[in-house]
């Protein structure tokens, strides 16, 4: 009998939790006769530590991105709790991407490498008929190539995204820590990371996605609907 597939993350939830109502309450109700810059801080941080805790007990799984997610949640919450500097906020902006490029390539050593996770993994590729094709063909080591290569690029955008996230919140964080421009400036930061860093970030891991299926359809000699997993139901015997 075959496990049933994972759930998959609510993408609205995902959004209401981490950027809508977290960039609302930093923006709109840190004031003092409001929440208050503290409870401004602390409220935004709960949404998406809390999305995050559901998260992780509904799907019952975990990787290091949603990992790594929560614990800067937290840091932030750390950093304003003890009113470090705002250069230590721009720091741990550009620590976060630099320690997911870190864990891929890090992965290329181990039996899981993160780039087979989330790019090539049994969700969206037929692996066994890849397999099978490779072994044919004597093309494995090229495949190994392949997602090494592609671990490379992924671990390079990283890099990339930490100098944008590090120089935008330069520009952006100004106020001391602990007032309400300063939880002001931090929402709007939250909303700048989608145009500024999240969509050209995701247009790069897309190209990064598209050259790799290029390659495994080139080297195992399928076409790209042959390599993708159908999803049909087979009827009951």
């Known amino acids: ?77 750390g950093l304003n709790y003890l009113r470090f500097d705002v250069f230590w906020f721009a720091v741990k902006e550009a620590a976060i991407p630099l320690l997911f490029g870190a864990a891929v390539l890090i992965s290329n050593h181990t039996r899981r490498p993160l780039v087979r996770e989330v790019l090539c993994n ?58 309400a421009e300063f939880n002001a400036q931090l929402g709007r930061m939250h909303v700048l990371n989608w145009p500024v860093i999240v969509l050209p970030s995701m247009a790069v891991t897309m190209l990064i996605f598209w050259r790799l299926m290029s390659g495994i359809t080139h080297l195992t000699g399928l076409t790209l609907e042959g390599v993708m997993r159908s999803h049909e139901k087979k009827p009951s015997a």
Not at 127 to 149: H, K, S, V, W
């Open 122 to 179: 049994d969700q969206v590729l037929d692996i066994e008929r890849i397999e099978a094709a490779l072994a044919e063909r004597g093309t494995r080591p090229a495949f190994d190539r392949l997602l090494n290569n592609a671990s490379f690029a992924v671990a390079g955008s990283f890099v990339f995204s930490a100098i944008l996230n590090y120089g935008l919140a330069r520009y952006l964080l100004k106020s001391p820590v602990g007032t």
């Open 1 to 77: 009998m075959s496990l049933p597939p994972p759930k998959r993350e609510n993408l609205l939830l995902n959004l209401v939790c981490n950027i809508a109502v977290p960039t609302v309450v930093l923006t709109k109700l840190s004031t003092e006769n409001r929440l208050g810059p503290m409870w401004g801080m602390v409220v935004a941080l709960a949404f998406p530590l809390g999305y995050g805790i559901y998260d992780l007990v509904r799907r019952k799984k975990t990787n290091v991105f949603s990992i790594v997610g929560l614990c800067s949640v937290l840091l932030t919450g």
